[in-house]
């Protein structure tokens, strides 16, 4: 859960800042004290922190040197000095029960025992008493003389606390005195300064104010200056404009003479373009015609050499013979090698009644080949 610093109002958290008595600061806020001062930053009040921190800024000869560190310092040394002393006082009652209680056992045992031996009557039973009474006894000398010592301890440790403590807060007193004389100091400062601001502000008022008149002098008569040039300015607009109007509708005259010579010239020009035009079409129809007549002549040749393909597959013969070449080439391979022999088988065939029927014949004696030659392998790996 975040605080919010005492001094800067910023937030913090126990990671990010120190705790006091009553507040939190921010670990820059408080980056001037000693680390003595901040790891026991508990012993402080917030208001007594502020001031502190207010001399330190102003680097007060009262807190220069390490004497509330010194103060501080015994303060915690005698609380421990205390503490310790009624840690010490309470051993010290334990140990007077502790053993009391121990001897009253043993001593009961030790009756019983006897009684279970020799009876109650025994001559023994006398002595057994005496020697614990005598136990107990000395365990209260102890615990009494202890107890002396301790509450001589204690009371030297109480004084000596409530003496660190007065000082301690003797000092703080003395640094929260001597903040306040100096806030003072400073408001006073502060004030006789706002005082002398206000007081000089009073007479640049008023220089200002006779300026101001001055200039408002100044600014009516150039003012007047002004309209008196402004007025002369618009006679002289209006006759430039007067003489622009006139230079206006002259030039529209001279505008509308070219404009009709521009129509004139115009139409003659339209007759011409039409005539142009005209003369371009039938330019473009006849080139479309002898582009049409290209077209298909081109494509009768392709349909007649199609005709003279299937009448004479030629191709065929050659696709056969690369077929059957490329299987050969590819014998060491598995499958390609069959489906090239096969397809030259095929086509060649085919080629047969086509003028390169040689070739065919080529291609369909090697495909045949490799068909026998892989037929014998399989054979002979089948029979092994």
Request: aromatic share 6%.
């Amino acid at each position: 859960m975040s605080q919010i610093c005492a001094k800067c109002g910023k937030k913090v958290n126990m990671f990010t800042g120190f705790k006091c008595k009553d507040g939190n600061f921010c670990n820059d806020c408080v980056s001037s004290l000693s680390p003595f001062i901040l790891g026991n930053l508990t012993y402080f009040a917030k208001a007594e922190i502020l001031d502190l921190l207010y001399l330190k800024e102003r680097d007060d000869d009262l807190v220069k040197d390490d004497t509330l560190e010194k103060l501080l310092g015994k303060k915690i040394y005698w609380e421990k000095e205390v503490n310790q002393s009624k840690k010490d006082w309470d051993e010290n009652e334990r140990y007077r029960e502790t053993e009391r209680k121990k001897e009253l056992r043993y001593k009961e045992k030790s009756l019983k025992e006897l009684d279970r031996k020799a009876g109650s009557q025994s001559l023994f039973r006398q002595g057994i008493i005496e020697t614990y009474n005598a136990n107990i006894a000395d365990i209260e000398s102890v615990y009494q003389a202890n107890k002396a010592d301790l509450t001589e301890l204690y009371d030297e440790a109480k004084s000596g606390i409530e003496e660190a403590t007065n000082n301690f807060n003797d000092f703080l007193t003395l640094i929260a005195n001597r903040a306040q004389e100096l806030r003072g100091i400073e408001k006073q400062v502060k004030d006789d300064a706002e005082a002398a601001i206000q007081g000089e502000l009073e007479d640049i008022k008023k220089k200002a104010q006779e300026k101001a008149l001055t200039e408002a002098r100044e600014k009516a008569k150039i003012e007047a200056e002004r309209l008196a040039q402004k007025e002369a300015e618009e006679c002289i607009r209006r006759e430039k404009e007067e003489r622009a109007q006139i230079e206006l509708e002259r030039k529209k005259a001279q505008q509308e003479i070219e404009r009709r010579a521009h129509e004139e010239a115009k139409e003659k020009l339209k007759g011409e373009l039409e005539e142009i035009r005209v003369e371009a079409e039938r330019k473009a129809l006849d080139e479309a015609r002898e582009k049409a007549m290209r077209h298909e002549k081109e494509k009768i040749a392709k349909d007649l050499q199609r005709e003279e393909r299937k009448k004479n597959p030629t191709h065929l013969a050659i696709i056969s013979l690369v077929c059957s070449i490329l299987s050969w080439v590819t014998v060491m391979t598995v499958l390609p090698p069959f489906i090239l022999a096969v397809i030259g088988l095929i086509t060649g065939i085919k080629a047969l009644k086509s003028s390169r029927r040689k070739m065919a014949i080529a291609g369909i004696i090697v495909s045949a080949a490799l068909i026998i030659f892989i037929a014998v392998i399989g054979f002979l790996v089948a029979l092994e």
